[in-house]
């Protein structure tokens, strides 16, 4: 059986996309695989992602793709899917997920505590922006576009002195840059960053199937808690919400940070849920 697999066209896209096809290829060696790449609203609207009033820019073209059957399913970044989908289409796959952290990349090797004061650090989340300006309110924060390439080159340019990327995204390119990592406790990540989904449609049972066998239930149980608390709380790319879920099989934890707006105020909870009993802290 041959497939069609939907994408975008960025490199981060095609290598994650790779990546599972070469997971896929393995699972079910009599499959082929080709991939198609579909340009998204993202792609082409350079404006600063808070600024533009749209879920799903960097998906809706591609799972549309899937629902009319021009590809047989699609690779995501999970991060990038709205947590409601077309009601034909499913996240049929959550592969084994990527770290989720996110990484401060200067190329002085300067970390978000020691680079200079009044230094212009790039970023377009208003979760990453918010939490930079909290922890250090001597730099400025400005928005910057583009892709993973783009902007570590622009970290190098004359209106950057450090951006912030996820290091999931660093690390399925494979690119060689300085960074220094963000610890959670103290910089909270996109809900379901460093996981990919592949959307396919509802009914298609065979292909489901297939994809079914490179699936990782710790990783499916962690996103699935943060779209639903992204979901709860209606977060996007308008609303600085941090959250991460952690499965070992027998117990999740949950740890989730919003902010206001302008950053002065921050609610932090963490709720750990066992087999036998929940467990609740507040702080
Ligand atoms: N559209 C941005 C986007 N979508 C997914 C990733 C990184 C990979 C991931 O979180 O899985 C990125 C880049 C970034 O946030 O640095």
Known sequence: MKYIVGARGSQLSVAQTNL???QLKKANPDAKYEIKTITTKGDTDSRPLFTIDQKGIFEKEIDRAVAQKEVDFAVHSLKDVPSELDENLTLACIPKRETVNDVFISPDGSSLDSIKSGSVIGTSSLRRAVQVSRKRP???????????????????????????LAKAGITR????VKYTELSTDDFSPSPGQGAIAIVARADDSETIEMLKKIEDSDSRLEIEAER????????????????????????MTLTVTAFSVDGKQSLHVSKT????????SCS
Do not use: M
């Open 20 to 22: 599972v096809i070469e």
């Open 138 to 164: 001597d730099v400025t924060v400005k928005p910057i576009r583009g892709n993973i390439e783009t902007r570590i080159k622009k970290a190098s340019g004359e209106n950057y002195d450090a951006i912030v």
């Open 173 to 176: 390119l494979g690119v060689d």
């Open 228 to 251: 639903a608390l992204s979901d709860f709380v209606d977060s996007g790319c308008r609303f600085p919400v941090g959250a991460y879920a952690k499965s070992n099989g027998t117990e």
């Open 273 to 280: 849920w066992r087999q036998q009993t929940d467990h609740t």
